[in-house]
Nanobody, 115 residues
Framework: VQLQASGGGLVQAGGSLRLTCVATSSGVLINTMGWYRQAPGNQRDLVATITRGGYMIYAEYVKGRFTISRDNAKNTVNLQMNSLKTEDTAVYYC??????????WGQGTLVTVSS
C-alpha cells in the first residue's frame, strides 16, 4: 500500500486546512484509514481514524474542530481542519491499516499554524 498525502501548509490561527490522502493498494483491502501527527520532540499521536464502515475515532483535542471523511471507492481519506490552533502545528501522517493489522504510512505533510 502506498499513501500520498497533500494539503499541508501555513495558516493563521483560527484558519482552516484540508488534508487529503490517496491510497494505492495492490490487492490489499484497507480497513482503517486515518491521520496521526508528530510535533518536534513529541511522539506520533492519533488525530482521527475512520473504518471502511464509517466508524470514526477522534482525539479529544480535535473534537469539534476536525472532521474526517472517506471515499472507499477512491481509497481516499480527507481531514478537514477548522479553528486551527498553534498547538496543531505538526507533521501529519496518513495511515492505512489492513484487516490483518498491518500499518502503512505516508510521507507526512507539514501543517504550520501561526499566531
Amino acid at each position: 500500500v502506498q499513501l500520498q498525502a497533500s494539503g499541508g501548509g501555513l495558516v493563521q490561527a483560527g484558519g482552516s486546512l484540508r488534508l487529503t490522502c490517496v491510497a494505492t493498494s495492490s490487492g490489499v483491502l484497507i480497513n482503517t484509514m486515518g491521520w496521526y501527527r508528530q510535533a518536534p520532540g513529541n511522539q506520533r499521536d492519533l488525530v482521527a481514524t475512520i473504518t471502511r464502515g464509517g466508524y470514526m475515532i477522534y482525539a479529544e483535542y480535535v473534537k469539534g474542530r476536525f472532521t474526517i471523511s472517506r471515499d472507499n471507492a477512491k481509497n481516499t481519506v480527507n481531514l478537514q481542519m477548522n479553528s486551527l490552533k498553534t498547538e496543531d502545528t505538526a507533521v501529519y501522517y496518513c495511515n492505512a491499516r489492513n484487516y490483518r493489522g498491518d500499518d502503512f504510512w505516508g510521507q507526512g505533510t507539514l501543517v504550520t499554524v501561526s499566531s
